[in-house]
């Protein structure tokens, strides 16, 4: 299962922000990946936990479409094929959490209660019965730790306020207590978030251009299923129908684009952004400089599906846990330029939303 993360994040979240996790192929065994951290956690910490993850690969997504916008005319023959990357920011407000959530105790820790509770007045064969209440529901208690790209000398501290709870009859108080849970930040201050993909845009009919991202569909294992990942827009120009190429000196675009990244059953990610953009292009067809600007309008959802390991009265179990989380951008400025020097095209921008994201692009041009 390591190697499945970790394959997963060189595509997915490239070199920079994986080099922690690519680790854990070859780790000792009390060092934990991905799949062992959300194992820990209640579905309440996991989405605290992951948020800069969810957020900074939405904010990729939806980043790296255009660099220009397409041209005012009915026909043309426009090819371009290449890779875009992309890389979401990440600073200190990122890096750690805390929230209030449900959490179901492990035995050791339901032990401790029990004992405490039994202390203060129940009689000392009562702790297992005390214990197998504790196991058997969630308390609400307050997560507070790094996050995802927070720091491995920090840990996940569980604060519980304390519970009066019956057994067989009787009332017993849980005291407050404090926990902490080897969960440590498993991408440790990585500075960005990246992403990488294959792109190609075609046009030009009716003042629009349409593109397109793909991966090749790769089986990871029998067990987790393949990875998926395809998406698709278009931009049009409506001067085409009010005065073509002579109406402005520059061009604009109404912009749509979405797309869908699944991983087996343990991850659906699905992004969409639309708005509006504008470029001019300054120079000759073979060589020229192409500022660009946008704003756009965006969402982003993950959906993630793992087993959450929890202690029960009769032994360990698993328990799946599925939730659904949003990335926090919803809008975007976009600010960039494009350079063509004969069938090359390189460009770079910067997207400027709650999450700011930096762009790139090397496209063939035909």
Do not use: C
């Amino acid at each position: 299962m390591n190697r499945f993360f970790s394959f997963v994040l060189v595509i997915a979240l490239a070199i920079p922000s994986i080099h922690a996790i690519a680790q854990t192929t070859e780790q000792d065994e009390e060092d934990s990946g991905l799949e062992e951290t959300l194992g820990k956690l209640a579905q309440d910490a996991a989405r605290s936990y992951i948020s800069p993850v969810v957020s900074g690969f939405g904010a990729d997504l939806n980043s790296g479409w255009f660099h220009r916008a397409p041209w005012a005319t009915m026909f043309g023959f426009d090819l371009e094929f290449g890779v875009v990357a992309m890389g979401t920011i990440m600073n200190d407000t990122h890096r750690k959490f805390t929230s209030d959530g449900a959490f179901r105790f492990t035995y050791s820790q339901a032990d401790q209660l029990a004992a405490q509770a039994v202390n203060q007045g129940g009689a000392p064969q009562t702790q297992a019965a005390i214990r197998d209440a504790i196991l058997s529901q969630e308390f609400g208690v307050n997560f507070s730790g790094p996050t995802i790209v927070g720091s491995k000398t920090d840990s996940l501290q569980i604060a519980f306020p304390g519970k009066v709870i019956p057994v067989n009859g009787s009332t017993y108080s849980l005291p407050s207590k404090q926990f902490t849970l080897p969960v440590t930040g498993l991408l440790e201050n990585a500075n960005f978030v990246p992403l990488a993909s294959f792109q190609a845009t075609v046009g030009t009919l009716l003042g629009s251009q349409f593109t397109f991202r793909y991966f090749p569909e790769i089986q990871i294992s029998e067990e987790i299923g393949k990875f998926k990942y395809f998406g698709f827009g278009v931009q049009h120009n409506p001067m085409v129908w009010f005065g073509g190429e002579d109406a402005l000196p520059f061009e604009i675009a109404a912009a749509f684009f979405t797309q869908n990244m699944k991983i087996g059953s343990i991850m659906d990610a699905t992004a969409t952004t639309y708005g509006v953009n504008a470029s001019i292009r300054l120079g000759w067809g073979f060589l020229n400089l192409t500022p660009y600007a946008g704003f756009m309008l965006e969402s982003s959802t993950l959906k993630w599906t793992y087993d959450y390991e929890i202690d029960t009265p009769t032994g360990p179990s698993a328990e799946r846990i599925e939730f659904e989380a949003k990335g926090e951008n919803s809008s975007r400025i976009i600010l960039g330029a494009s350079i063509k020097i004969l069938l090359v095209n390189v460009n770079v921008d910067m997207n400027l939303g709650k999450y700011k994201t930096l762009s790139a692009g090397v496209m063939i041009v035909i």
